[in-house]
């Protein structure tokens, strides 16, 4: 995840990464999770709570789709309002979405 974005995105937001109560950060290796956690000071607890793209899979064409919906079951099952949903891909494109349930 190229944090230039997540850094336009928070700071359009005027948010930090700890006010996000869940976050679901797609990665396709263990080792790009772990660059992606230090980099962006993602916290273990909040972050891929049910599993992630190495468990759950990340279809191609559908990646996106399944990091919203995940993050979106999720925040409705645990009553969280505040969501991120960050994703990567091939070529450096990164995008990250701030989801607010009311």
């Known amino acids: 995840i190229n944090a230039e974005y997540m850094g336009d995105l928070m700071k359009r937001a005027g948010r930090k990464i700890a006010d996000y109560e869940r976050v679901e950060c797609n990665e396709a290796f263990a080792a790009q999770y772990l660059a992606c956690e230090r ?3 993602l916290n273990r607890d ?3 709570v049910n599993g992630s ?3 759950l899979g990340h279809p ?3 990646t996106g789709a399944r990091i919203i919906v995940s993050l979106l ?3 409705m099952r645990s009553q969280k309002k505040l969501g991120l949903a960050t994703l990567c891909g ?3 494109v990164s995008l990250a979405t701030e989801l607010t349930l009311y």
Request: net charge negative.
């Open 73 to 75: 079951h999720e925040m």
């Open 60 to 62: 191609v064409g559908c």
């Open 39 to 41: 980099g962006l000071g």
């Open 53 to 55: 793209g190495i468990g």
């Open 46 to 48: 909040v972050t891929n």
């Open 90 to 92: 091939g070529g450096g």
